[in-house]
Each structure stands twice: as C-alpha cells, then as structure tokens.
C-alpha cells in the first residue's frame, strides 16, 4: 500500500491559483510515477497530469497544458499540481494517484482520497 494523502484544495475566484499537494507516508514517492486526476460533478474521472517516476517527463491534459504544472519535492516526499488561471470548468475533487516505477501515464494501483477545488465565476 502507499497512502497518498492530498491538501490544498479550497475556493477561488476564476483566474486564480491553488497548489495541490500528495504526500506519501511509508513509501518513497521518487520510486513512483505519480499523476493527478479530477471528477467534475456528473462527470466521468479524467487525467489531469503525470510524472515519470524517473526521467523527468510529465505529461499534460490538453485542457490544462500551459495553465498547471506536476512538480517533485522528493526531499519532502511530495508531489504538487501548480494550477494557475483557473477557471469554472476546473471544479473538480482532485486526485493524487502513483504507481510503481510508472513513467508515461497508465493505470495507477494507490490512490489518495481527494481535495475539492471550487472556481467561482
């Protein structure tokens, strides 16, 4: 098991910014590829951004590229979601999801259980 554990949700106004954090606790996070997904309301659950376990890469929905950015604090044992400009349409719960030595996004095994992000218009 890795417990993922995600916080910085909250509510903010359309055009500002949150920073999503997943921490793991009794498991190495630099060892996995980590990604973020989110569910919108009576919507399906969509990937939102990865990182490679190993190489550096990341990987973007074409909804958020050039707005979020995936980032590693493997001293900290965390990973953030950096979301910039945020709109309505970003209204989600955020997940934080890893899987072991994982480097383009795939299906993830450990899954946090969610922040919310409110984007009011």
């Known amino acids: 098991q890795v417990p993922l554990v995600e916080s910085g949700g909250g509510l903010v106004q359309a055009g500002g910014s949150l920073r999503l954090s997943c921490a793991a606790s009794g498991r190495t996070l630099s060892n996995y590829g980590v990604a973020w997904f989110r569910r919108a309301p009576g919507k399906e659950r969509e990937f939102v951004a990865a990182?490679?376990?190993?190489?550096?890469?990341?990987y973007y929905a074409d909804s958020v590229k050039g707005r979020f950015t995936i980032s590693r604090a493997n001293a900290k044992n965390t990973v953030y979601l950096q979301m910039n400009s945020l709109k309505p349409e970003d209204t989600a719960v955020y997940y934080c999801a890893a899987a072991f030595r994982a480097t383009s996004p795939r299906a993830y095994d450990y899954w946090g259980q969610g922040t919310q992000v409110t984007v009011s218009s």
């Open positions: 990182s490679s376990w190993n190489d550096g890469n990341t």
